[in-house]
């Protein structure tokens, strides 16, 4: 797999786990609400692809859900900052690949 499709799986690993972050943030009042993790598996060529959805073990609180805002915070914070490196490592394979084409012309 090749530089610009590990950035781009990490920019759909991302997208998608802030999906999964907002739906959780969506449901936090709804009755017996599970929050959901979302797994990623790593490719032996490089990169990662979601492997999965996984409905957190914790007992949603009567008449509510268990999701905890505070953990949510955190995650849509992680995925934002995974989407904002694998963006800028692809601004940079493309500014190279331009360099190496000006280079042959």
Same mark, same amino acid.
């Given at each position: $797999? /090749? ?13 998608? !786990? $802030? ?12 009755? /017996? *609400? ?11 060529? !490089? ?5 999965? @959805? ?9 008449? !509510?859900?268990?999701?905890?805002? /505070?953990?949510?915070?955190?995650? $849509? @914070?992680? *995925?934002?900052?995974? *989407? ?12 190279? @690949? !331009?360099?190496?084409? /000006?280079?042959?012309?």
């Amino acid at each position: $797999m /090749d530089a610009m499709s590990v950035s781009l799986s990490g920019l759909n690993a991302a997208s998608l !786990g $802030m999906g999964v972050v907002a739906n959780n943030v969506a449901n936090v009042n709804s009755k /017996d *609400y599970r929050a959901k993790r979302l797994d990623f598996e790593d490719v032996a060529e !490089g990169g990662v692809t979601p492997s999965g @959805l996984t409905a957190s073990g914790e007992t949603p609180f009567p008449g !509510g859900s268990n999701v905890e805002l /505070d953990n949510e915070f955190v995650n $849509m @914070l992680t *995925y934002a900052d995974a *989407y904002k490196a694998n963006a800028k490592a692809l601004e940079v394979q493309q500014e190279i @690949l !331009g360099t190496v084409m /000006d280079m042959k012309v």
